[in-house]
């Protein structure tokens, strides 16, 4: 999904077309229930709840240390 966003920086362009975004939708909810299979049902349900915050919250700060303004 942070691929798709016209702000993002780790591509020269964002991702273009449909189907990544549909892509990206579908490996978010397939990833819910392989962590809810690994884990007991709700252990996984937070396990990848807070994943999911790390990842959002961490991919355009780390865009910066590749770029090297950090």
Known sequence: MYLR???QRW???????IGWRAL????LLLSWPAWMV???AKAG???ALTV???LLGTLPLLSL???GRA
């Open 24 to 27: 990206s939708w579908a490996l």
């Open 11 to 17: 591509l020269a362009r964002p991702l273009a077309g």
């Open 5 to 7: 966003s016209p702000n």
């Open 52 to 54: 999911l915050m790390l």
């Open 65 to 67: 240390l590749k770029e």
């Open 38 to 40: 690994t884990l007991d």
């Open 45 to 47: 349900f937070f396990a």
